[in-house]
Antibody, heavy 120, light 107 residues
């Protein structure tokens, strides 16, 4: 059974950093392109970043470019999101997800999500 | 960026109804359109990909159609477990973008 379990969320002050992790199991993690998707409270879904299966390429939405870094450790079957210079508008539930098929593929498996609150 | 416009934003329905949501892309996305269902407090679930392909395990009362910029999701004979918010997504080009969602409510 595919499982994605996020961790590392919490309350953080504006301008500070936080690192999210997503532990994967039940599939060959190193074969899959992975992504982070977020959802602000009572708002819609927003793609954040994607990393290719071997970590050699990454893609970001403009609003997080230069502040967030997506990475992966295939030996540990774990996906990461390093979030620096956090802003109040980054407050959201963050989901990790697998891309189905290619790098632009839809998200077929999702974690349960982890909440990040940016506030003073 | 490709804008995805969903309508309506909410829909009041009765069990057993046939329901159709629409999603319009701001430019041609060549059928690279996915639909997701999200129940309250849960992660989204993929229903349809490639505009018309049903994800494994999704009931056949769900169907998708469309091309170019206009797409729709239909639920035939609404069941209680279908009460949720539905999102469309462009997966043709980065940045990957979602519609704002259509929320189903019971009349």
């Amino acid at each position: 059974e595919v499982q994605l379990v996020e961790s590392g969320g919490g309350l953080v002050q504006p301008g500070r950093s936080l690192k999210l992790s997503c532990a994967a199991s039940g599939f060959t993690f190193s074969d899959y392109n992975m992504a982070w998707v977020r959802q602000a409270p009572k708002k819609g879904l927003e793609w954040v970043a994607t990393i290719i299966y071997d970590g050699s390429r990454t893609y970001y939405r403009d609003s997080v470019k230069g502040r967030f870094t997506i990475s992966r450790d295939n030996a540990k079957s774990t996906l990461y999101l390093q979030m620096d210079s956090l802003r109040s508008e980054d407050t959201a539930t963050y989901y990790c997800a697998t891309h189905y098929g290619h790098l632009l593929g839809p998200f077929d498996y999702w974690g349960q999500g982890v909440m990040v609150t940016v506030s003073s | 960026d490709i804008q995805m416009t969903q309508s309506p934003s909410s829909l009041s329905v009765s069990l057993g109804d046939n329901v159709t949501f629409t999603c319009e892309a701001s430019e041609n996305i060549y059928g690279f359109l996915a639909w997701y269902q999200q129940k309250l407090g849960k992660a989204p679930k993929l229903l349809i990909y490639g505009a018309t392909n049903l994800e494994d395990g999704v009931p056949t009362r769900f169907s998708g159609s469309g091309s170019w910029t206009n797409y729709s999701l239909t639920i035939s004979s609404l069941e209680p477990e279908d009460i949720a918010t539905y999102y469309c997504q462009n997966n043709h080009v980065y940045p990957l973008t979602f519609g704002s969602g259509t929320k189903l409510e019971i009349k």
